[in-house]
C-alpha cells in the first residue's frame, strides 16, 4: 500500500509546505471532531508540545460535544481549516452553492468559537471543482490533498504505521483523520511515528499560511 505523494496533480496554489526548513513536518487532520478519537489525539498533541491543523465539518460540530471539542482545539493553540458542512463531494457544485457551504460552515465554527481563524480549506474527498477559487475568494487557501496515510481505507496499526513513516516527508505536510469513522488504528499510528520523528531530531509546525 503506497500513501499518495506530491505531483503534478496537486495546483500550485494549494498549500503543500510546513513552516520551517530541515527536519520539519506539518500534521493536519481531516473530518472531526469526533468525541470517539479527537479528544484523545488532542492529549497526546498537548503532551508532545505540538500544533496542528483540524479541517472541520460542521455537521460534527453541532453533534453531541463537537462544539466543546473545537473549544479545546482552538484553545489549545490547534488552527481550524474549513472541510465543509458535510462529507459530500462538491466537485461538480457551481460557485453560488459552494460558497454557500463553505460560509455557513464558517457560521456553524464560529457559533462555536467566536472571530474564529479559520486560513485553510480542504475539499471533502479531495473532490475540488470549483471550491479552491472560491475559498481564496473567502480569504482561505487550500490545503492539499497529499500525503496520505489511506486510513479510509483500513485501521490496521501496522499498516497504518508503515504509510504514515512513508507519508511524512521533510518540509511538508501530512493528511490523516480523527473523524468520519473509526479511527483509532490513526491516532496509533500517529503516536508511534511521531514518537520516533521526535527522538529523531524533527519539529512539527504548521502548513505556510
Not at 51 to 67: D, H, K, L, P, T
Not at 144 to 159: R, S
Amino acid at each position: 500500500m503506497t500513501p499518495a505523494s506530491p505531483s503534478s496533480r496537486v495546483p500550485e496554489s494549494h498549500v503543500i509546505r510546513a513552516q520551517g526548513e530541515g527536519l520539519v513536518c506539518a500534521l493536519t487532520f481531516d473530518d472531526g471532531p469526533d468525541p470517539a478519537t479527537t479528544p484523545a489525539l488532542l492529549d497526546f498533541l498537548r503532551d508532545e508540545g505540538i500544533r496542528a491543523v483540524f479541517a472541520v465539518i460542521g455537521s460534527n460540530v453541532q453533534q453531541g460535544a463537537g462544539a466543546d471539542i473545537l473549544r479545546r482545539t482552538v484553545a489549545e493553540g490547534h488552527v481550524l481549516c474549513n472541510h465543509s458542512t458535510s462529507f459530500e463531494a462538491m466537485g461538480e457544485w457551481d460557485a453560488a452553492r459552494v460558497r454557500a457551504d463553505m460560509v455557513e460552515n464558517l457560521e456553524i465554527i464560529r457559533a462555536a468559537v467566536p472571530d474564529a481563524d479559520v486560513p485553510y480549506w480542504r475539499a471533502p474527498n479531495g473532490a475540488w471543482g470549483v471550491t479552491s477559487s472560491v475559498a481564496a475568494e473567502l480569504g482561505m487557501r487550500s490545503l492539499a490533498v497529499a500525503n496520505t496515510i489511506l486510513d479510509w481505507e483500513t485501521q490496521d496499526v501496522a499498516i497504518l504505521t508503515e504509510n504514515l513513516r512513508a507519508a511524512m516527508r521533510p518540509g511538508e505536510l501530512v493528511l490523516c483523520h480523527d473523524g468520519g469513522g473509526d479511527r483509532r488504528g490513526t491516532l496509533e499510528a500517529v503516536k508511534t511515528v511521531v514518537g520516533e520523528r521526535l527522538a529523531a531530531g524533527w519539529r512539527f509546525t504548521l502548513p505556510e499560511r
